[in-house]
């Protein structure tokens, strides 16, 4: 995210270096510079809010501020859910362990790696597919699962909560 202070100079006053400085919700985000920019590398939900900016005289004898933007950052993909399919799984069944998110439908062209872990180990690294299967299950694969989602860019990372799931032995 780029924003700029714009500000028009008197032309006879063409040798006046100017200063900016950043605001959210009146708290400064970059404090005086040369620059009229202001980036945000990597935009996050704590970026939303009302920004204005201040431009200063280098003598700081004449300071002007902005009125405010309000700036509103969406989720580009809801925390992950784990979710295994049957919900009571037996022995030697096929359990089908999914990580459910949903995607933001403007950003809908962007690829999601997916990730599973069993008590903190990993035991499917990153993939396209949101679903992890284990074929014939067996009273070693209980555990607390939980699944990690990530852009392929890796900007932006979320862990789901951790669902317990106990293979139940075969009589």
Do not use: W
């Amino acid at each position: 995210m780029t924003m700029r202070c714009d500000t028009r100079l008197d032309p006879l006053r063409g040798g006046t270096e100017l200063h900016f400085a950043f605001y959210r919700d009146g708290r400064t985000v970059r404090g005086y510079n040369v620059s009229d920019t202001y980036r945000v590398r990597s935009s996050q939900l704590e970026d939303s809010g009302n920004y204005t900016c201040e431009v200063r005289t280098a003598s700081d004898t004449v300071r002007k501020m902005s009125d405010g933007l309000y700036i509103q950052i969406y989720e580009l993909f809801s925390p992950p859910e784990i979710k295994v399919t049957p919900s009571r799984v037996i022995e030697g069944d096929e359990m089908t362990v999914r990580c459910d998110t949903r995607l933001d439908p403007l950003r809908g062209g962007t690829e999601l790696h997916f990730a599973f872990y069993r008590d903190g180990r990993t035991v499917r690294g990153y993939n396209v597919s949101d679903t992890y299967r284990v074929r014939s299950s067996q009273l070693e694969d209980s555990g607390n699962y939980t699944c990690e989602v990530r852009t392929v860019s890796d900007t932006v990372r979320k862990m789901s909560d951790g669902l317990y799931i106990q293979i139940t032995q075969k009589h």
